[in-house]
């Protein structure tokens, strides 16, 4: 498993600004062909907007190689379930805008052994589009979560 973390992404008027884009942009997602969405996400193209361009424009020095965003979307959760799932894209990348408690991505190995890893806020990890991840549970007896992150998957060319 090849997870690369970053930190310290954007400065606090571009997350504001991303932040409140996704405000107006998020709704419950109905039941689509058996795919169920157990939380509030917005539509996919998220990167179309201009508040997305410098978190895209960030990816840029971290990928060495040229990428296109084929699709982005956030997410706000409250830590209500387990979702896993992976992605059809060459590199995932999970953006933490909102995440007070630090939860970051849990991960299942080969060998089914959980990994769980911690993400500040403002830090984003990027993976291989087939690892198998899930956004973690609250902590046990801990208040509501408010986290919302920005996933995005990548070809590379």
């Given at each position: 498993m090849d997870i690369k973390e970053r930190l310290n992404v954007l400065n606090k008027n571009q997350q504001s600004a991303l932040l409140k884009l996704i405000n107006k942009k998020v709704s419950k997602r109905p039941d689509r062909g058996g795919l169920s969405f157990p939380c509030f996400q917005t539509a996919a193209n998220l990167h179309e907007y201009k508040e997305a361009n410098p978190l895209i424009k960030k990816l840029k020095e971290y990928i060495s190689k040229n990428f296109v965003v084929t699709k982005?979307?956030?997410?706000?959760?409250?830590?209500?379930?387990?979702?896993?799932?992976?992605?059809?894209?060459?590199?995932?990348?999970?953006?933490?805008?909102?995440?007070?408690?630090?939860?970051?991505?849990?991960?299942?190995?080969?060998?089914?052994?959980?990994?769980?890893?911690?993400?500040?806020?403002?830090?984003?990890?990027?993976?291989?589009?087939?690892?198998?991840?899930?956004?973690?549970?609250?902590?046990?007896?801990?208040?509501?979560?408010?986290?919302?992150?920005?996933?995005?998957?990548?070809?590379?060319?």
């Open positions: 982005c979307w956030a997410v706000y959760t409250e830590g209500d379930e387990i979702t896993w799932h992976q992605h059809d894209a060459d590199l995932s990348i999970v953006y933490y805008l909102r995440n007070k408690e630090s939860l970051g991505t849990l991960f299942r190995g080969k060998d089914k052994k959980v990994i769980s890893l911690k993400a500040p806020e403002n830090s984003l990890i990027i993976f291989r589009g087939k690892e198998i991840h899930s956004p973690p549970p609250k902590k046990r007896g801990g208040l509501k979560m408010r986290r919302y992150t920005v996933a995005l998957n990548l070809s590379l060319y």
